[in-house]
């Protein structure tokens, strides 16, 4: 398995841009099954999330193909609408195809996905969503079998905010006869981009981005191309990058409005920032102060940046108190961070970071998820001596070789076979 050795010491300064967003590219990728023929996606980053995605569109009857970051899907009808155990228990997101698939041909086995580093992440509210919709679904031997003639249009009111249970809930009312109100709906860019991509092949869709959004089915939808929107996360842990090492780093080819909460709380830490229409530059800072923290649902700040900031928060003047709103278990890299001599107190949703410039030492280290590898990368950026974070398929997941642009910043950082 792979390895990334990274150096600390160097202040990262240029330019760098991102790659379009994982988490939109995933659910708009099973958004095509919705409509037979030719879609055309640019701005696809590349990612091992993509390709398993990829497989399994296969496995439902597509044709895909890559040139650069554009990726042409050809959906036709699958023999059988089966989303399997060995290609679901790779990516969770998955679940993501049940709505396309119930709504497309009335039935619809996916294989459950089955827990993951960051907490038990069920899908009883994308059950439940089916179930509302009308269709009939029960869970047998770890699949969710879902059917129904055609599903009709209702009020989901979900009692707890969910990104892909508002996208699964989309996916399916789009075909749905009559109309659906998604209430207490996700207000995510990702799931906004969705909706653009499902409006583009003709779903007639109002009020996304809010916490209301009103679904009028349709007999059917058309093939449509679409540009996905920048990777807010990336863009985020980029910008962390520069922070970190009190280097100067622009990123480009982002959208600020979807790191306002990201860069209220640099600048509350006393980073200066400055922005254009589509970038954001961190300027270089001896140092800055703790901060408290909380994620929370968009526009919040997200739960996918909490292990990256922290990384930040442990070089910090002061004691931050960094609360996980989201995911019960979201601390596993707080013990790597410990190992590399960050102070840090986790309990159960709160870690309580004593901060402590200059505070790191190069260890070897194990990513346990995505986030938590770009977190340790920040730290090993900084870290006195060399840092190797072991396990590096997690970050290959979610991050477009993360390790070369860093690299292109100022970097010591290199990837290691780690057979
Ligand atoms: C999406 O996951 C993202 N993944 C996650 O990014 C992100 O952390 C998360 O939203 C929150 O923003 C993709 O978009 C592919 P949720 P999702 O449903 O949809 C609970 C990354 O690093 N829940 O909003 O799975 C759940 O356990 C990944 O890129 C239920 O209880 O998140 C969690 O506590 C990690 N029942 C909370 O809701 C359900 O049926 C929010 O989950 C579904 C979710």
Not at 2 to 8: E, Q, Y
Not at 56 to 78: E, F, I, K, Q, Y
Not at 195 to 202: C, D
Request: proline share 4%; with cysteine.
């Amino acid at each position: 398995m792979d390895a990334i050795v990274v150096t600390g010491g160097r202040q990262l300064s240029g330019s760098v841009a991102t790659s379009g967003a994982k988490n939109a590219a995933l659910p708009i990728l099973f958004a095509t099954l919705l409509a037979d023929g030719d879609h055309v996606l640019e701005n696809v980053p590349a990612l091992r999330d993509i390709d398993s995605t990829e497989l399994l569109l296969r496995a439902l009857g597509c044709r895909t193909s890559r040139d650069g970051h554009s990726l042409n899907v050809n959906v036709s009808r699958p023999d059988e609408a089966l989303a399997p155990y060995d290609l679901v228990r790779k990516m969770r997101a998955s679940i993501l195809c049940l709505g396309p698939l119930l709504a497309r041909y009335g039935e619809a086995r996916v294989s459950l996905p089955g827990g993951c580093a960051i907490g038990t992440r069920p899908v009883d509210l994308h059950v439940d969503t089916m179930r509302r919709l009308g269709a009939d679904v029960s869970v047998e031997a770890g699949y969710v079998i879902a059917r129904a003639e055609r599903l009709k249009g209702a009020r989901i009111l979900f009692e707890k905010l969910t990104v892909g249970g508002t996208e699964n809930a989309l996916m399916a009312a789009v075909l749905a006869e009559g109309e659906t109100l998604i209430e207490n709906a996700a207000k995510e860019p990702e799931v906004v981009d969705l909706v653009h991509f499902l409006r583009a092949m003709g779903a007639k869709i109002e009020g996304e981005g809010t916490s209301v959004i009103s679904v009028t089915g349709v007999d059917a939808l058309e093939p449509a191309r679409h540009a996905v929107i920048p990777d807010r996360i990336e863009a985020g842990t980029l910008l962390l990058a520069g922070a970190i090492t009190g280097g100067n780093v622009r990123v480009t080819a982002c959208n600020p409005a979807h790191l306002e909460a990201l860069v209220a709380k640099l600048r509350e830490c006393g980073f200066d920032l400055a922005q254009g229409d589509d970038w954001l530059e961190v300027l270089p800072a001896a140092a800055w102060n703790s901060t408290d923290l909380t994620t929370a649902p968009y526009p919040g700040f997200p739960t996918d940046l909490q292990a990256q900031f922290m990384a930040l928060m442990t070089q910090a003047s002061g004691t931050s108190v960094i609360t996980e709103g989201i995911f019960e278990n979201r601390f596993m890299h707080v013990q790597e961070l410990v190992r590399l001599g960050a102070d840090i107190t986790p309990m159960a949703l709160v870690a309580v970071v004593r901060g402590k410039r200059g505070g790191l030492s190069g260890a070897e280290v194990m990513a346990t998820d995505l986030r938590a590898s770009a977190s340790l990368i920040l730290a090993g950026l900084i870290a006195g001596g060399t840092t190797r974070v072991n396990r590096i398929y997690h970050l290959d997941r979610g991050y477009e070789h993360l390790e070369k642009k860093l690299a292109a910043l100022g970097a010591d950082i290199r990837r290691v076979d780690g057979s």
